[in-house]
């Protein structure tokens, strides 16, 4: 059922995969404003993930997105709680730029799990959201946060969509090319302009696909695979706003091998971000 | 358990969709790839030119395979395009189809009792469902608000809506759910962790019908979501094609 490869027949019968894990690169947390959340509170998130085996999961807080502060203090207390399963986003408001340089500050006091030194960072990067908050990709607000990235080769997850002048190819391409140590994850794979975002991935070693959403359309996958390869394209999916199942069931249904599936679920993740799969 | 589609498609858009199927052989082969065993079938053709068009070329695509359940698309009958209800409803029983959509976007016309009441009136009464693509009218706060006049005046219409967006929006159509025993919704993009399960907790699995949203849409998505909701077998048979055999069967014609 949905293919005839064993990744399929596997996803089917178990819902899960031992030998297949998932990181799921692009998560939130918190309820928010346009829709009903049944799953966002942490005992359903943990349980969600044991379903269908995701080992990781990397959120930033809705509440970050309005207050900062709030939001991201939020994430902290969550993997702090459970940091053998989640770490988070450090969300960037450019609309602040007076507090701009203290939260850059703050990142890196909160950067390390509270109470295991040794453990890695609880915030793995940066999440920008140019059209939430109204500010292109490229403006110059954003450019405090890029060059603290930039010097320490963090990974920034910008959600993308296509439409020129916000949060577009084009404005990652220029922010790729600018700033070429950030590690730049385009959140929905630029929905809707595949192949051109596709080759922005391709083009820049340092540019991901990620595919939140992005797999629900049928066919824009094999376009990611073909222009890109599936070694740059990360599975996530805004949970608690889809359930992982949704888009592990789309990549089933995508006309790829299950070694491209595999680097899409865990393989990509587990090298970019250094979490462990054991 | 047979999973039966309610929300599939085939034919030739103006704008294609990214993965087209543009003849009916090749929604069978994705139907026969995802483990599908029956569908809910229309051509493009009924809402990009006209119902007149495309209910002809549906059922004689459908015809070819009995996995496939065609379905047709409604105007207005003050127009007489279709016939005067009566002899509609004469042809759909000759045709053999049992369930209708209506583009009341795409077709210019009002989906209300001035327009079709007297269509819909008959469909109440013959328990033949009426299905609503939720991205047919411009956005979810209209598309809601037409389904919920119809309902109003036609209570116990089997209105059916699908393909709601990734903006869940069970906020618009829980509160019709709860008030309209015999308005339903399809999975097919229905992608809400735990929605499927919070939802049979709430009001029940009766009203949830299966449906892929092919080919825009990719099967394996509603699958996998489906096969694995937090809810019973029982719960799961219903969903899967259950609801909407239990519809179709008692269609009236």
């Known amino acids: ?278 | 358990m047979e999973l039966f589609d309610c929300n599939c498609w085939y034919g030739v858009p103006k704008t294609p969709p990214l993965a087209p199927a543009e003849t009916v052989d090749d929604l069978l082969g994705e139907l026969g790839r995802a483990g599908i065993g029956r569908a809910l079938v229309r051509n493009a053709a009924i809402w990009e030119e006209s119902p007149e068009v495309g209910n002809a070329l549906t059922t004689a695509d459908c015809a070819r395979d009995e996995r496939l359940e065609a379905a047709w698309g409604i105007l207005p009958p003050h127009t007489g395009e279709l016939g005067d209800v009566h002899e509609f409803l004469d042809a759909m029983r000759a045709a053999g189809v049992r369930a209708l959509w209506a583009y009341p976007a795409k077709h210019r016309y009002l989906l209300n009792a001035t327009a079709m009441g007297g269509m819909l009136e008959e469909m109440q009464d013959r328990g033949i469902p009426l299905f609503l693509h939720r991205r047919e009218m411009p956005g979810a706060q209209e598309t809601y608000a037409v389904a919920e006049q119809v309902l109003a005046d036609f209570p116990r219409l089997h209105l059916v809506i699908v393909a709601h967006g990734s903006w869940g929006e069970d906020r618009l159509f829980r509160p019709m759910m709860a008030r309209y025993p015999s308005f339903a919704v399809g999975t097919s993009r229905y992608e809400l962790d735990g929605g499927i399960e919070d939802l049979c907790r709430t009001l029940g699995p009766e009203r949830l019908l299966f449906g892929t949203n092919f080919p825009e849409t990719p099967m394996g998505g509603p699958i996998l979501t489906l096969l694995h909701a937090a809810i019973s077998d029982e719960e799961r048979e219903l969903i899967a094609g259950g609801n909407l055999r239990r519809i179709l069967e008692e269609v009236r014609l």
């Open chain 1, 1 to 278: 059922m949905i293919n005839d490869t064993r990744l399929a027949e596997e996803f089917v019968a178990h819902g899960r995969v031992d030998d297949c894990p998932v990181i799921d690169t692009h998560a939130h947390f918190g309820p928010y404003q346009a829709i009903y959340f049944p799953r966002w509170r942490p005992e359903r998130v943990l349980d969600t993930m044991d379903r269908c085996n995701v080992r990781w999961l990397i959120m930033s807080a809705h509440a970050a997105l309005v207050d900062t502060a709030r939001g991201n203090r939020e994430v902290a207390e969550i993997v702090a709680a459970h940091p053998d399963r989640i770490r988070g986003y450090w969300v960037i408001n450019p609309n602040y730029p007076e507090r701009l340089q203290r939260e850059l500050d703050e990142f890196d006091a909160h950067a390390q799990t509270p109470g295991q030194a040794s453990s890695p960072p609880a915030f793995v990067g940066f999440k920008f959201h140019p059209n939430q908050h109204g500010v292109p990709l490229n403006d110059e607000r954003y450019h405090p946060a890029l060059e603290y990235a930039d010097a320490r080769g963090l990974p920034i997850l910008s959600h993308t969509w296509a439409g020129r002048g916000m949060s577009s190819h084009a404005e990652v391409r220029e922010v790729a090319e600018r700033f070429p140590n950030v590690r730049l994850l385009m959140g929905h794979a630029g929905y809707g302009d595949w192949e051109e975002s596709a080759k922005v991935a391709r083009d820049h070693e340092h540019v991901y696909l990620e595919l939140t959403a992005a797999y629900s359309v049928r066919g824009a996958l094999e376009i990611m695979v073909e222009h890109a390869g599936s070694e740059k394209i990360l599975f996530g999916t805004d949970h608690p706003w889809f359930d992982p199942h949704y888009g592990i069931g789309c990549i089933l249904s995508a006309y790829m091998t299950d070694e491209d599936r595999r680097n899409i679920l865990h393989r990509n993740a587990e090298r970019l971000f250094g979490l462990p799969l054991d």
